[in-house]
């Protein structure tokens, strides 16, 4: 689950080039089979997890609000194959992806997902917030938009320090149109910022499809009025979404300032567990299952190319569903925070 | 008739300023517009233009005169048809420094209003602008101070920028960011000098976006620098509160003590002067209330270096608010090295035995009067200034009320979940057998801040209410 180093991309276009435009184009990443295997995995591991997690909240395990990142697994997996060692992760409520992908541990999110002092936050945060330090991730934020502005102070402290990191914040459809966004974009693009706003359009905020609550539906523009490029990406392939990190991470460390990567993906489940996704069809959703979904593409290839057999696939989902049985039994079995808890970690 | 030319208010807190140039000699035509001389205030310099046309006959204040004040007339214009000879009005006397009544808070400031003079033109140090400074205001020695410390009579203004500028020195990580607060050397002039000092790097100027410029803060603070985020004033902080309390209050609670925001919030909070409701708010009740927060309220200019100094290296969010009518107020403050003083600690401004008033910030003003007029009546207040409102130094507001057995609190904010109201709560449950009174809680009224001067005067507290209020806790 590290970020990967090894990532040697051939044929990808030049950084000054955008990605086209239409949803299964764009600049697509040629993957080795290393590549491919890594983020089959990293991907599977989210939706098994997100699977365990449904089921967890369905038995009362997991309380209050829970937001299912299955459909949208390549975004965070390739971006993360795009991130150096120190590059900051930020993101909102729909985070559990997110924190996988940086290398948090399973039992750790699961843990903090039932509430338990195993977890990430003693158990104190819950689904929306976690955060690890050691991996660079800074949350997990329950309120839309916050992210943006604190991940822009993530690449003012990489700015201020000198260092070559980068921040990434993640943000949807639906907190694109907060207007500390828009405040965000000013200073980072006014200080140069090294940041990467990466806007995961879903298609729904909520229950309110883009048509319905932006007036501008071409996310990737969103920065135009100050000068920050932005490129629309087919987020369901992760080669593209590996290729725009790529061109994305050296616009940044280049001193470029920021840049806005608009993910074209979908979530397959409601907006939490408490929502049916009345708001479309079962056929679109449908659709985009059979005829997008990220890791039967990844899978596909992998056959197609004849770099893993049905078995070695098989083991690998295996694999994933050990660690996913693990972190799950872990979050059922570890107790709950002390009582103590409870006034700690207020102030230091 | 020769027209006066008076001495012009050019903000909302000024009573005087410093005469620094003419620039129009006696005999000059002048048409409205021109500029005829430049003057300096506590927070700015700026240029005074012509309303009238004419010849100027006579220049009545000289160039550099320090201490005028507002309205007193500086020169004469003379009309078509009139000679200097006309001009009967003796050369007034130099003015004498204005008398500070804190009690009337005459003015406050906007730095918006006026045509500043470019920043590169200000001087890099307030060495080299002694900004006129209301006379000193006497303190009870803080035990925190070591016997014998040499003082020096400083500014709240200038010590706010002391303190910023030795933990800037102290600290790389420790930054300042806001409107104004560089080029223009800050919106009230506390940040003035820092840049020249330390560079754009550190002292870096935010377009006016409070929402976003708060949650950059918070981002650094999360990956480990020290913000110092000045906002021109709290009032605006209302666009940032999210982040403030959402962001950078809670964050290290939700990550399980892995990760939270060492930083300052800071700027002037209150009414100043005769900006009306927008712009004339007391927060301290609103932060205190947050878990995770640190609140602090100096009143004394030792108070506000010593507590800023301490807020800049606390690990945990300060709110450090302010207040701009005591900018320009001058204490003594101890001439040391590395002067910090703890947060959460009050300070006994003054002994006594008859009752106790506490209070904070700007309602020291009126609390101070009121233990003096109390005291020629022979009533012995002791007086609290709490000095910080969250953690609150309750133990010594109750050892207090076990001595006197009566308890009237002072603050300028809304009456209804003041901090008074907290006090008088806690005391209650703490300490309701020594009380022999009520507790009794001054506080602004409960409207919104009018903008009429006279409405405005009702609306905040008033000494005459203090004095009132413990008579009546003493039963006199």
Known sequence: ?348 | MPIDILMPALSPTMEEGTLSKWLKKEGDQVTSGDVIAEIETDKATMEVEAVDEGVIGKLLIDAGTENVKVNTPIAVLLQEGESADSISAEKPAQPEAAKADADTPAATSDAAGGKAREAKDEPASSADNKVPAQPKIDVAADPDIPEGTEMVSTTVREALRDAMAEEMRRDETVFVMGEEVAEYQGAYKVTQGLLQEFGARRVVDTPITEHGFAGVGVGAAMAGLRPIVEFMTFNFAMQAIDQIINSAAKTLYMSGGQMGAPMVFRGPNGAAARVAAQHSQDYAAWYSSIPGLKVVMPYTAADAKGLLKAAIRDPNPVIFLENEILYGQSFDVPKLDDFVLPIGKARIHKQGKDATIVSFGIGMTYATKAVAELEKEGIDVELIDLRTIRPMDLPTVIESVKKTGRLVTVEEGYPQNSVGTEIATRVMQQAFDYLDAPILTIAGKDVPMPYAANLEKLALPNVGEVVQAVKTVCYK
């Open chain 1, 1 to 348: 689950m590290a970020p990967s180093k090894t990532a040697s991309v051939s044929g990808r276009k030049s950084a000054a080039k955008p990605a086209k435009k239409d949803f299964n184009g764009g600049t697509i990443a040629e993957f080795d089979k290393q590549q491919e295997l890594q983020a089959y995995r990293d991907m599977l591991l989210i939706r098994r997890f997100e699977e365990k997690a449904g089921q967890l909240y369905g038995m009362g395990f997991i309380g209050g609000f829970c937001h299912l990142y299955i459909g949208q697994e390549a975004v965070v997996v390739g971006m993360q194959m795009s991130l150096k060692e120190g590059d900051q992760v930020i993101t909102g409520y729909r985070d559990h992806g997110h924190m996988l992908a940086t290398g948090m541990s399973a039992r750790g999110v699961m843990a903090e997902l039932t509430g338990r002092r195993g977890g990430y936050s003693k158990g104190k945060g819950g689904s929306m917030h976690m955060f690890s330090k050691e991996k660079q991730f800074y949350g997990g934020h329950g309120i839309v938009g916050a992210q943006v502005s604190l991940g822009t102070g993530l690449a003012f402290a990489n700015k201020y320090r000198g260092n070559d990191s980068i921040s990434t914040a993640y943000f949807g459809d639906g907190a694109a149109n907060q207007g500390q966004v828009y405040e965000s974009f000013n200073m980072a693009q006014l200080w140069k910022l090294p940041i990467v706003y990466v806007i995961e359009n879903n298609r729904y905020a909520m229950g309110t499809s883009v048509s319905r609550a932006s007036a501008q539906t071409d996310f990737s523009q969103r920065g135009a009025s100050f000068g920050i490029p932005g490129f629309q990406v087919d987020g369901m392939d992760v080669r593209a979404v590996k290729a725009a990190g790529d061109e994305a991470a050296e616009h940044c460390r280049s001193g470029k300032g920021p840049i806005i990567l608009e993910m074209l993906t979908y979530r397959y489940r409601g907006h939490s567990m408490s929502d049916p996704a009345k708001y479309r069809s079962k056929d679109e959703v449908q659709k985009m299952r059979s005829e997008h979904d990220p890791i039967e593409q990844v899978k596909n290839r992998l056959l197609e190319k004849h770099w893993a057999t049905e078995e070695e696939l098989k083991a690998i989902d295996k694999d994933v569903r050990d660690v996913v049985s693990d972190s799950a039994d872990f979050a059922q079995s570890d107790p709950e925070p002390d009582t103590s808890e409870l006034y700690t970690d207020i102030l230091l």
